[in-house]
T-cell receptor, first 111, second 113 residues
Framework: KNEVEQSPQNLTAQEGEFITINCSYS?????LHWLQQHPGGGIVSLFM???GKKKHGRLIATINIQEKHSSLHITASHPRDSAVYIC?????????????FGKGTHLIIQP | EAGVAQSPRYKIIEKRQSVAFWCNPI?????LYWYQQILGQGPKLLIQ????????DSQLPKDRFSAERLKGVDSTLKIQPAKLEDSAVYLC???????????FGPGTRLLVL
């Protein structure tokens, strides 16, 4: 069973700061997702990665398969980025394809 | 493109009552997932469907939870009888295939008193 750890659990920063959220997992994966969850429960998929790096606007996601580690970066952070960011992995090796989720990082960007 | 629809958005029941949640996935998505998210935790997979067949229900408490997707489109998740610890957000997600990005519905927030 894959264990997914995120850090930090909580992060408060000032508007404009560069934000990094980390995710590590214990077993080889076929894909890693970064999700954003706003108050009220809605979840949005930000990235799906299997290698390398992806960029969308001010968001950048990287993954190091050898080190079993991924990072989500937010440049020029804004209060509207305040949300819970969740890392989820799909384990490699076939079988059922449900995701294993981290507990999330609660991000607050203060103006 | 319409997203994943869920209803109701909120439900409050007393313990030992029954409750049912409904999910309408994105049109054409063969894979459908139900997740339970307890406050402060990440979502936990309850059941995964591929069309109308169950792929994984290993974490579904089968003594009280049931789910079906009879025609391979809409799905219902039922809890009977509910316990206090079932209070959570129940999320439905769908994807075109089991290798594609999952799209989440808004969730149903259940409170069991």
């Amino acid at each position: 069973k894959n264990e997914v750890e995120q850090s930090p659990q909580n992060l408060t920063a000032q508007e404009g700061e560069f934000i990094t959220i980390n995710c590590s997992y214990s077993v080889g994966i076929s894909a890693l997702h970064w999700l954003q969850q706003h108050p009220g429960g809605g979840i949005v998929s930000l990235f799906m990665l299997s290698s390398g790096k992806k960029k969308h606007g001010r968001l950048i996601a990287t993954i190091n398969i050898q080190e079993k580690h991924s990072s989500l970066h937010i440049t020029a952070s804004h209060p509207r980025d305040s949300a819970v960011y969740i890392c989820a992995v799909r384990s490699a090796g076939g079988g059922a394809d449900g995701l294993t989720f981290g507990k999330g990082t609660h991000l607050i960007i203060q103006p | 493109e319409a997203g994943v629809a869920q209803s109701p958005r909120y439900k409050i029941i007393e313990k030992r009552q029954s409750v049912a949640f409904w999910c309408n996935p994105i049109s054409g998505h063969a894979t459908l997932y139900w997740y339970q998210q307890i406050l402060g935790q990440g979502p936990k997979l309850l059941i995964q469907f591929q069309n109308n067949g169950v792929v994984d229900d290993s974490q579904l408490p089968k003594d009280r939870f049931s789910a079906e997707r009879l025609k391979g489109v809409d799905s219902t998740l039922k809890i009977q009888p509910a316990k206090l610890e079932d209070s959570a957000v129940y999320l439905c997600a769908s994807s075109y295939s089991d290798q594609e990005t999952q799209y989440f519905g808004p969730g149903t927030r259940l409170l069991v008193l």
